[in-house]
DNA sequence: AGGAAAGATGACGTGAACGTAAACGTAACG
DNA sequence: CGTTACGTTTACGTTCACGTCATCTTTCCT
């Protein structure tokens, strides 16, 4: 896959791909002198765009991708990422609950603004 | 309440509650010159930090904030809080189901993790 | 062969969200 | 009355995550 397809694909410029490559995030091999995306990019690329929507910094998320790959580690590596998916898992959970209680919240402002327009239009129907 | 209670009360230094104020998502009033944090003031700074957490810029949860004292306002405005409030609820709860994907996902990859620490010890126990 | 299109590198620019230092006010303490 | 502690404004500095040129190859088309 070149660049521009991989851009199109998950809706990104060149820019950030060849920034994500500097930062160590993605690895595309080389045609040349072209950059050439493989599943694998693909797959990598999939979890930093979510790890950035839930608030992790590139530096975070590049560790995170490790966890993903742990396939040809040795012991002591493998229990590192062991330990950091665990503290992530962590926090991934506790995000989760604190959005699930910013959500009720939210639908509770949403069910008095609710009732305050109900009111209004009466009001305006009765004048 | 002082800027350094809040400081110590939140964990944020003196410098981001002035700079929220500049940025208008906090408007302490003022007893001379000196800042006063009052009830509300807390109530918003809960709401920005658990915004950030959730990867809203600054500029996002200012508007969010409005949504959150809807009281007093015309029936145009009320219509305009709450329609953004839709908004950005179906944003949460969008995040609320990938974040949960992603922790399953995490989990998955863990068991994995897992399995082969095992099989390591086994082979580490056997040889 | 000539020229546009796509990709590469390198360097500088930018907006968001603060950090940090300088210079000043003031209120309490010894 | 000095100084220590906390607070203020103003202003410049910094980090992150890219955007935006400028310049240079490589490739593909006619």
Redesign the pocket.
């Known amino acids: 896959m ?4 991989m ?1 199109e694909a998950f809706d ?10 500097a ?1 160590e995030l993605l690895h ?1 091999r ?1 045609e ?4 050439l995306f493989g599943k694998r990019d693909r797959a990598r690329l999939k979890l ?1 765009l979510r790890g ?1 929507r839930f608030g ?6 590049r560790q995170l991708l490790d966890l993903y790959h742990m396939d040809d580690s040795q012991e002591t590596q493998l229990r590192k990422s062991y330990a950091l998916a665990e503290t992530h898992l962590a926090e991934m959970e506790a995000q989760r609950d604190e959005l699930n209680e910013a959500i009720a919240e939210l639908k509770d402002q949403m069910a008095w603004g609710a009732r305050r327009l109900a009111e209004l239009r009466r009001n305006s129907a009765a004048g």
């Open positions: 070149t660049i521009r397809e851009c990104v410029t060149p820019r950030t791909l060849r920034f994500y490559e930062k595309p080389r040349g002198q072209r950059r930093i950035k992790f910094s590139l530096e975070e998320i």
